[in-house]
């Protein structure tokens, strides 16, 4: 049976790969209705380990005290969940698919054409047709992949259903879900699934060879 995340370490998790966010942004990383993630949060900031940021972006954002929390938690699941294994074999099947995602997210805002690169400016469907197969290749790869871990560790299960949503969209014609960084796109939920990997483990994004 996959192991079960409390839900304030959710929370907590969330803003961790979010930086600065809305109480829906974390309900749709978390999988938890907006209203429990409002509770939870009134919670952690009672506890001094949130805080809520006015400005641009605003939102809820982690302290000193729930970042160091947070990586103890992070710690303690893995230990319990005994999901290291299973966490460490989807990170290398996510490195070997990272390279062919950030080829087609790439394709998708440049073409290669004889003065050098330009911008896409989406004017060929034909084009663009070839570049959501590279996505949707990339998709049916890493969705198995997410499957096995999810059955280890639950939260992971969450980022198949995020992945599938922002492909449809681009699918049925909605390019901004491929790379665009204000919404859950396909590039965007593929970062936090690396960042996630990355927290994990305990590992730093910059000693990988392929980042995103």
Request: net charge negative.
């Amino acid at each position: 049976m996959a192991y079960r995340s409390d839900p304030a370490f959710l929370v907590l998790h969330a803003l961790r790969l979010k930086g600065v966010a809305p109480a829906a942004a974390l309900a749709r990383v978390s999988g938890m209705s907006v209203g429990e993630v409002e509770r939870l949060l009134d919670e952690l900031a009672r506890a001094g380990q949130v805080e809520h940021r006015e400005g641009r972006p605003a939102g809820w954002t982690l302290s000193a005290v729930g970042a160091g929390a947070h990586a103890g938690l992070v710690a303690d699941e893995l230990g319990a969940s005994a999901a290291r294994t299973a966490v460490e074999e989807a990170h290398r099947r996510f490195l070997e698919l990272n390279p062919e995602l950030l080829g087609a997210c790439t394709a998708w805002q440049l073409r290669e054409l004889e003065g050098g690169r330009v911008l896409n400016d989406h004017a060929d469907p034909g084009y663009d047709r070839i570049v959501v197969e590279r996505l949707v290749a990339v998709h049916d790869l890493v969705v198995p992949v997410l499957e096995a871990l999810g059955q280890e560790l639950g939260r992971f299960c969450l980022y198949a259903a995020r992945l599938q949503e922002a492909l449809d969209r681009v699918v049925a014609g909605e390019g901004e879900w491929f790379t665009r960084a204000l919404v859950d796109s396909y590039h965007t939920v593929w970062f936090e699934l690396h960042q996630d990997l990355l927290e994990t483990l305990a590992l730093e994004r910059g000693a990988e060879s392929v980042t995103v």
